[in-house]
């Protein structure tokens, strides 16, 4: 079921007109063009609508969630290392693979995403973000959840707009500061991704007064070998920001001469 169509029947069922039901958040003529699938709905605005009306994440997107295979995961990852590595032709090997499977909808807009990203595109369809945002809050607890986690660090910056991410990122940093160190390594790693990737779109969309929170949490990283770079990022970050060109260019030597030059494409010019 699509978000627009549950939105309605969620309201319908409470006897709701459409303006009790958004009051205070939306104006009546915007949210009835949402439910009519003529205008696309920000996360914030349907996490306020729902908390408004006492509907739980849970009992929402329940009816919307989507089956996982087994074997996802590893064509994951596969698709994962052969991005990392800019190794086109395996990707679209992959891909080709992934899409012909009968199921796995969520490892099929992976696959979409990241062709479109070597290829130099940026671009998402609705219908992603809808699967992503039932996958997201399938869980009683996305903010502890490993799993609805990766999914924001997966498709985030691809497929949500900055202020989207940003509401995603606040509850995140409200719930992990100073309390990273006590995280799992896999964990704290999830969180790590997510904050480089949010700094990323602050950059390139010049929000230079939201860039503090991330930098923040990736000094509060464990000084663990496997965190290290996502702690030197934070650094560079920091020094971007700052308007520091001379340390912003040593880090990328440094990053450049240990062999990491994937990494410096996912870094701001």
């Known amino acids: 079921m699509e978000i627009n169509t549950a939105l309605k029947k969620a309201r319908q069922s409470r006897g709701l007109t459409q303006e009790q039901f958004v009051a205070g958040i939306l104006s009546p003529a915007h949210y009835s063009k949402i439910e009519r699938g003529l205008h696309e709905i920000s996360a914030k605005d349907l996490m306020a609508i729902l908390q408004k009306n006492k509907i739980s994440f849970d009992e929402f997107f329940k009816q919307n969630s989507v089956a996982q295979a087994d ?6 990852d596969q698709l994962q290392t052969a991005y990392y590595n800019q190794d086109f032709n395996q990707v679209r090997k992959l891909v080709t693979e992934i899409q012909q499977l009968p199921h796995h909808d969520l490892l099929k807009i992976k696959a979409k995403l990241i062709l479109t990203l070597l290829e130099g595109k940026r671009k998402f369809d609705v219908k992603d973000k809808n699967i992503v945002l039932q996958r997201l809050f399938a869980g009683d607890n996305w903010l502890q959840d490993k799993f609805s ?7 985030g ?11 995603f990122f606040q509850k995140i940093f409200t719930t992990y500061n100073d309390k990273m160190s006590e995280q799992t390594e896999k964990m704290q790693t999830t969180i790590a991704t997510i904050c480089v990737n949010y700094l ?7 929000f230079v007064k939201d860039n503090k ?29 700052a308007g520091d060109t001379e340390q912003v260019l040593a880090i990328k030597k440094l ?4 062999n990491l030059e994937n ?3 996912i870094l701001p010019e």
């Open 71 to 76: 074997d996802e995961n590893n064509l994951g």
């Open 149 to 155: 986690l990766d999914l924001l660090a997966n498709f």
């Open 157 to 167: 910056t691809s497929i949500f707009t900055h202020d989207d991410f940003a509401f």
């Open 200 to 206: 990323y779109t602050c950059a390139e969309n010049k």
């Open 213 to 241: 929170e991330p930098i923040y949490l990736l000094g509060q990283l464990s000084q663990t070998p496997s965190l290290v770079l996502y702690k030197i990022i934070g650094h560079f970050y920091q020094c971007y920001f």
């Open 255 to 258: 990053i450049k001469a240990s």
């Open 263 to 265: 990494i410096l494409s």
